[in-house]
């Protein structure tokens, strides 16, 4: 059986281009959720010869893919002794480049270790419900399960009087289960509901312009999450003429900092 | 007069190809300080056509630059109504490349704008003396001025026994005093030291892997600053396997949020 998540960003390889095709089962508002674009980057730099593990990578939406076929180009700009670079292009024909990518992978040796900051206190995923979406949501939203231990999900039209804290703590996991791997974590953070709609207590137009997420991990280490319930943190710094942040912590069941991300989002309100 | 921080970072242009040069006065440990090198490819950006004003840069730092030469070519993968992409590679020749970023552009409309964090607790400027660097410290280290108000910064070569906090808040100025704007505030995303050496209580091998920082005002808003001391805040989540996070949040004088920044670190430790 192949999961949804890899049927849907799977890849045909030729040379250093990889061609794919957007899924119904991920559409947003206007194109795929910005975590399947990232997904199915991610898939791309795996793909490819590469030295070690996923460290960080950067995904700008340039514009929002049309349904139908795309393809990534990727090229390596350096690749160093334990470390190297990409630079990626997904571009739809006549359409044009929809999003850029760079990313670094490197092999990651035993250090000094330090772990300064605790997972945030979201108690257990059993202790909370699965977030049931409205029949007119988006789909990707049904490709996970939410279990919020703090914030909202929003959907209404109506903003609220008053703004509602930005910060939420929610378990995730894709659905169905899925062992988490890089391709997973990455469309994940993209995963937190835009944190306007929560301020706000409504959908608003918006849309991911830029996103970074750097991963804390080994394969090794993430593998050891299975398919367990992650523990995802959302918060943002500041909303002003038409942009905010949004920044993000994934956490494995455990309590071992997987992912952390970076978004700055477009909004009209 | 020419700013030293102008001078340094000059570039000649031959179509989308910006030519320059590394400046002794912005010398780290092996090649120009990370702030400088974000600093010339934003000025790349700035001084190549483009809408609005730029709300995201994302720089990889793939090898040390070696003195001398460097050229960054930049194109445009997308331009939409009122905002646009940008690509860049900074290459020295037979030494390859040592850099490549993507920046986003965009014009900031009004909206409905909301600032649920305060800036940091700094007191003032005139609160504290500027930091004075041991003599065989890094050249760049001498073209700001730092301004302690929480955390420290060390040059030893002994890590002490206890972590301290990865937190800092520092007032920040380029020396001699230069209004703000977003080749200086690029290159002060990097200005903080490396998360590990305020941790550690001591410098070991580290280089800052990737950058992003997020731009929270317009160009007029920036203005506003003039040559005032910023404040700056930096921190880290988590230090593993060879590499670090490092979180930072520029403020100008007035407590308005300018940018926020993140990076992934390479120790060896």
Redesign the interface.
């Known amino acids: 059986m192949v999961h949804i998540l890899d049927e849907a960003t799977v890849l045909t390889r030729s040379g250093d281009v990889f061609s794919g095709r957007t899924h119904p089962y991920y559409w947003n508002f206007t194109g795929p959720f910005g975590g399947f674009t990232g997904g199915a980057l991610m898939r791309a730099v795996l793909e490819r010869e590469h030295i070690g593990d996923p460290?960080?990578m950067?995904v700008?939406y340039?514009?929002p893919l049309v349904e139908g076929d795309f393809e990534i180009a990727i090229k390596s700009?350096?690749t160093?002794k334990s470390?190297q670079?990409f630079?990626l292009?997904l571009s739809q024909g006549d359409a044009?480049?929809?999003a850029?990518a760079?990313a670094?992978t490197?092999i990651?040796?035993?250090?000094?270790?330090?772990?300064?900051?605790q997972s945030p206190d979201g108690g257990q995923p059993e202790d909370f419900k699965d977030v049931v979406f409205p029949k007119a949501a988006m789909a990707w939203l049904s490709r996970y399960r939410f279990r919020l231990a703090d914030g909202e999900l929003n959907f209404g039209r109506t903003p609220r009087a008053e703004?509602a804290?930005?910060r939420s703590v929610m378990w995730m996991a894709d659905n169905p289960a899925r062992p988490v791997d890089f391709i997973s974590l990455m469309a994940m953070s993209d995963a937190f509901l835009a944190r306007i709609a929560q301020?706000?207590g409504a959908m608003v137009k918006l849309g991911t312009?830029?996103m970074?997420t750097?991963f804390?991990?080994?394969a090794e280490e993430l593998a050891a999450n299975g398919d367990a319930f992650v523990l995802g943190m959302a918060d943002?710094?500041?909303?002003?003429?038409?942009?905010?942040?949004q920044?993000s912590?994934i956490w494995s069941r455990a309590g071992v900092?997987l992912a952390?991300s970076?978004q700055?989002v477009?909004?009209?309100?």
């Open positions: 460290v960080a950067t700008n340039c514009s700009p350096r160093n470390s670079h630079s292009e044009g480049i929809a850029t760079t670094v490197a990651r040796r035993e250090s000094w270790d330090h772990a300064p900051k703004n804290s930005a301020v706000r312009v830029s970074t750097y804390h991990v080994s943002a710094t500041v909303f002003h003429r038409g942009f905010h942040d920044i912590e900092l952390t970076h700055i477009y909004y009209r309100d």
